[in-house]
């Protein structure tokens, strides 16, 4: 009894206690200045953010030093891309022709962009005419379904240093064949690699093709089928062209390319081998 007299005391007392009059505004503005503390916070955050942006804008137009920093970032600087530039294609009565036509964007030598792109645009309209021309001269002679063209490019690599890429042209008529044009891209000094300009001086030709003899040898040793015209009298390979085509690989590595039947019987196809660095490296001395 005395408990339950007790406990009935207490929440009398409790329901006694007066309210203050101000206490909704005294919640209310907490409340309020908890959202204002917030908003100040989130808005001094993006500020801060938005300054920062302006910082580094400025500085990219103020300091050309800062930029040309930026342009060394390979995501940043060296945004080079290939794209297809343009398709030719004949599919009629068992002609079937189809040629893509790469085109190079973003290089900062605008005239080494241009030169190239016109010259992947008139290679593709020169083999698209040659193509036309040997289909009227076969549908004149009555031969309907003989022939086959295909013209496509590939990215052999592409790093901060260069980009290789590669046009393959096959043909069939009976016979088939395919051939390559290579394009290396010095994307640091915005030039074309060549042979000749990255061994000037030296006797690259004779060494490379020392080196090419010896693996072709090598390769002959571990398998008798992979057979080259190296010891035969007629067509015998003595050495590479001045501008034999080539890429470099994703390794740093030159590789020297051939095409079908130019070292080799046509069953090895397109031949290529790559010349290990302490050869370059002696070359560029």
């Given at each position: 009894m005395k408990k339950n007299n007790k406990l009935e005391n207490l929440k009398k007392n409790y329901n006694n206690i007066e309210i203050p009059d101000r206490l909704n505004d005294v919640v209310n503005d907490a409340l309020n200045g908890n959202q204002k503390k917030?908003?100040?916070?989130?808005?001094?955050?993006?500020?801060?953010?938005?300054?920062?942006?302006?910082?580094?804008?400025?500085?990219?137009?103020?300091?050309?030093?800062?930029?040309?920093?930026?342009?060394?970032?390979?995501?940043i600087g060296n945004m080079i891309k290939i794209i297809n530039f343009k398709n030719y294609s004949v599919n009629e009565n068992g002609y079937d022709v189809s040629i893509e036509v790469p085109k190079v964007e973003g290089l900062k030598d605008k005239d080494l962009e241009y030169k190239l792109n016109k010259e992947f645009e008139a290679e593709g309209e020169k083999l698209?005419?040659?193509?036309?021309?040997?289909?009227?001269?076969?549908?004149?002679?009555?031969?309907?379904?003989r022939k086959y063209g295909k013209s496509w490019y590939e990215v052999l690599n592409e790093n901060d240093d260069v980009l290789s890429l590669v046009i393959y042209n096959y043909y069939a008529q009976g016979s088939?064949?395919?051939?390559?044009?290579?394009?290396?891209?010095?994307?640091k000094n915005q030039t074309v690699l060549t042979l000749e300009g990255m061994f000037k001086g030296s006797d690259y030709v004779d060494v490379i093709s020392k080196n090419i003899i010896s693996q072709m040898?090598?390769?002959?040793?571990?398998?008798?089928?992979?057979?080259?015209?190296?010891?035969?009298?007629?067509?015998?390979?003595?050495?590479?062209?001045?501008?034999?085509?080539?890429?470099i690989n994703d390794k740093g590595?030159?590789?020297?390319?051939?095409?079908?039947?130019?070292?080799?019987?046509?069953?090895?196809?397109?031949?290529?081998?790559?010349?290990?660095n302490n050869v370059t490296k002696q070359l560029m001395k």
């Amino acid at each position: 009894m005395k408990k339950n007299n007790k406990l009935e005391n207490l929440k009398k007392n409790y329901n006694n206690i007066e309210i203050p009059d101000r206490l909704n505004d005294v919640v209310n503005d907490a409340l309020n200045g908890n959202q204002k503390k917030y908003k100040r916070s989130r808005i001094a955050r993006w500020s801060s953010v938005a300054a920062s942006i302006c910082v580094v804008i400025g500085a990219v137009n103020l300091s050309p030093a800062f930029a040309s920093t930026l342009e060394d970032i390979p995501v940043i600087g060296n945004m080079i891309k290939i794209i297809n530039f343009k398709n030719y294609s004949v599919n009629e009565n068992g002609y079937d022709v189809s040629i893509e036509v790469p085109k190079v964007e973003g290089l900062k030598d605008k005239d080494l962009e241009y030169k190239l792109n016109k010259e992947f645009e008139a290679e593709g309209e020169k083999l698209y005419d040659e193509y036309l021309n040997e289909i009227k001269d076969l549908k004149e002679l009555g031969e309907e379904g003989r022939k086959y063209g295909k013209s496509w490019y590939e990215v052999l690599n592409e790093n901060d240093d260069v980009l290789s890429l590669v046009i393959y042209n096959y043909y069939a008529q009976g016979s088939s064949n395919t051939t390559r044009k290579f394009y290396n891209i010095d994307k640091k000094n915005q030039t074309v690699l060549t042979l000749e300009g990255m061994f000037k001086g030296s006797d690259y030709v004779d060494v490379i093709s020392k080196n090419i003899i010896s693996q072709m040898k090598e390769r002959t040793k571990k398998n008798q089928e992979d057979t080259y015209w190296i010891d035969g009298e007629m067509d015998n390979f003595k050495k590479i062209k001045k501008d034999q085509g080539f890429y470099i690989n994703d390794k740093g590595e030159l590789v020297i390319c051939f095409d079908k039947y130019e070292v080799a019987p046509g069953s090895s196809g397109l031949v290529e081998f790559v010349i290990p660095n302490n050869v370059t490296k002696q070359l560029m001395k």
